[in-house]
């Protein structure tokens, strides 16, 4: 396969520290890029903000995100769009929910569900919407 996709989520001055915060969620390290080391602004307040980021853990979680150019106008809306992880490993799946939580608001609590063995789903501290669940055993599905 030689096409990925990857959620991008853009932030408004706290970019890093949503990144960080996902690395250690799913025990993994951020990289990241600042406008000032990309020479992109001269302005001192945009400096350490982030012009791209990104976090991967070994089981395949990515998530990229940045901070809006200066001047760019941002709003996260309402329920605009949702980050969903989907795995086999309920432990795998149940690490990455217990490291969202801290802060976050639940919507639907992590447990079993009617199409899921575990799934649940939360707003986490920087407002973004994350629906997790390990993927049901296909029964009766032929190729």
Do not use: C, K
């Not at 690395?23 to 990241?32: K, N």
């Not at 992109?40 to 809006?68: K, L, N």
């Not at 009617?114 to 599905?141: C, N, Y």
Request: aromatic share 12%; proline share 6%; charged share 15%.
């Amino acid at each position: 396969m030689t096409i990925t996709t990857t959620p991008h989520l853009n932030f408004d001055g706290n970019a890093r520290e949503a990144l960080d915060f996902y690395a250690t969620a799913f025990g993994t390290q951020a990289v990241t890029m600042t406008y000032g080391a990309m020479g992109a602004t001269d302005e001192p307040g945009w400096a350490d903000r982030i012009v791209w980021g990104q976090v991967q853990s070994a089981s395949g979680i990515r998530v990229m995100a940045f901070d809006v150019w200066p001047g760019q106008p941002w709003d996260q809306g309402t329920n605009a769009s949702y980050v969903y992880l989907s795995g086999t490993d309920p432990d795998e799946v149940t690490a990455a929910w217990n490291g969202l939580l801290d802060g976050a608001e639940v919507r639907q609590p992590f447990g079993p569900s009617a199409w899921s063995p575990l799934a649940g789903q939360l707003r986490d501290r920087f407002g973004v919407i994350w629906a997790l669940d390990v993927a049901a055993p296909a029964e009766g599905v032929t190729g």
